[in-house]
């Protein structure tokens, strides 16, 4: 069965920091990925997705960035944090068409300070 | 850019009781999707209707699809305290092979035991 993992759960980071969100799916091969990220009440914004290695698109001019080095490992970076950054950040895998809906990790709670 | 909108925005019920939650968006999808969010974490798919596609059940609910109001309803029937969470509308506009999933604000749902 196919598992989606994301860490850490939580992090704290002061501002002008460097980030580095990692995820990994098992158990598929050649997914899309996508990164998301949902401020406090508001919907989830989609960040960037990936539909093969080294294949990166931008939803949102942003301080981030997204890398895929492996076929299932989705990066996202930042090389300053800013406060905004601040949220929950969510990683996702898909098929073409999200036929099948799409699969969330576990999230990670990012607070700059 | 939102293209899917929940209504209501909170929605509290009793236990027993059915939950009605509504979706409307904005330009022509490939499927709509709906998903369950605990608090604090990841979203968990719940079902997925395509545009040809009018009505769908899984289990407790039912969903609806209207294309020429560009509208959904998600319905949970005899609803209990365990389904208290957000729920999110997402709607799937095809881009060539891949997808992209563009996410509600989301509906709050409290059960009240």
């Known amino acids: ?113 | 850019s939102q293209q899917g909108e929940e209504d209501p925005q909170a929605l509290s019920i009793q236990e027993g009781e059915n939950a009605t939650m509504n979706c409307s968006y904005k330009t022509s999808i490939n499927n709509l999707q709906w998903y369950r969010q605990n608090s604090g974490r990841g979203l968990v798919h719940l079902i997925l209707i395509r545009s040809n596609e009018r009505e769908k059940h899984s289990g407790r609910l039912r969903v609806t699809l209207d294309t020429s109001k560009k509208s959904s309803s998600l319905l949970i029937t005899a609803s209990r305290a365990a389904d208290t969470a957000s729920y999110f509308c997402a709607t799937d506009t095809v881009t060539g092979a891949n997808s992209k999933l563009t996410f509600g604000k989301g509906i709050t749902l409290s059960v009240r035991p």
Request: hydrophobic share 35%.
């Open chain 1, 1 to 113: 069965s196919q598992t989606i993992h994301q860490w850490p759960a939580t992090l704290v980071q002061p501002v002008g920091s460097p980030l580095s969100l990692e995820c990994t799916v098992e158990g598929t091969s050649n997914p899309n990925l996508y990164w998301y990220r949902q401020a406090a009440g508001r919907g989830l914004q989609l960040l960037f997705y990936s539909v093969g290695i080294g294949q990166i698109s931008s939803e949102v001019p942003q301080n981030l960035s997204a890398s895929r080095p492996q076929d299932r490992q989705f990066i996202l970076s930042s090389k300053k944090l800013l406060l905004s950054d601040s949220g929950f950040y969510l990683c996702a895998w898909g098929r073409g068409q999200a036929r099948y809906g799409y699969t969330f990790g576990s999230g990670t709670r990012l607070t700059v300070v």
